[in-house]
């Protein structure tokens, strides 16, 4: 149907064109053991949401494990998962005895990139995790960041970016972790011209629900020796910084509410690249 919105996803042979195609040690899905299947220690995602795994362990009680687990065999034996470690501890948690698998015959790069690629289609990964995995194939694997984006399908300017958040002091980067601080923020605050600054500012902009742009201006302007917090905040209620706080942890960007008089406003997401426009609209879109 003429206009209707392309799926994201391509699937990780459309993502990952260049490297010869895995070879499978089983040409069908078959079935192992929970007890022997182990995560990877060097798996991209780090977090993995209590309430959503509690849902989906309900789901798996129910139906089963509909989705094989993507592994590839150990070398001290048994099986490493690459794919689908999220449903492997919602079936143990579920009590499943045993769950689908599909064997790989991969490399550590490549089993690393086809763990990339697949957080990244599901968008269960944080900027920051996003950002590590990143930096991963650049420091263990020798690659340069045109070949990252080649890999994982972005352009390369979005590469460059998520890496360069990971020059934020720690505690900036556990602001956005926590969905304090959006990713734009963190990138706006990269134009402070030293860490004592950013970490000002960006405690400034947690505490008093600053939007990027004012980030952005008042990071410019501490260049030219502006104070910190010039503009003074609009005072909004406990409940409207709460709805903030949670709308910018669930969309990934800042959000903004203007309450007005009589239970009317506006909402305002601000977004900072077409990544991260895109990664609104699909959590909008469901």
Known sequence: MAGKKKRLGRG?????????APVAKSSVPTKARVEELHPNKKQPRTHFDEVALTELSNSIAEQGVL???????????????????????????AGVLEVPICVLDLNDARAFEAALVENLQRQDLNPLETARAYKRL???YGYTQDRVAQRVGKDRSSVSNALRLLRLPEEILSFIE????SEGH?????????P???????????D???SVREVERQ?????TGAPIGAAKAKQKSANVLDLERRLTHAMGASVSVDERAKGRGTLQIAFTSYDELDRVIEKLLG
């Open 67 to 93: 989705v094989p687990i993507v592994v590839r065999n150990r070398p001290e034996g048994e099986f490493e998962i690459i794919a689908g470690e999220r449903r492997w501890r919602a079936a143990q948690r």
């Open 186 to 194: 963190g990138r706006a605050l990269l134009q402070a011209p030293d």
């Open 208 to 210: 008093k629900k600053l």
């Open 219 to 223: 990071a410019r302007g501490a260049k």
């Open 178 to 181: 926590r969905g304090e601080l």
């Open 12 to 20: 990780l042979d459309g993502l990952l064109p260049a490297a010869p």
């Open 138 to 140: 650049v420091d263990d």
């Open 196 to 206: 004592s600054v950013m970490m000002r500012l960006a405690r400034a902009a947690r």
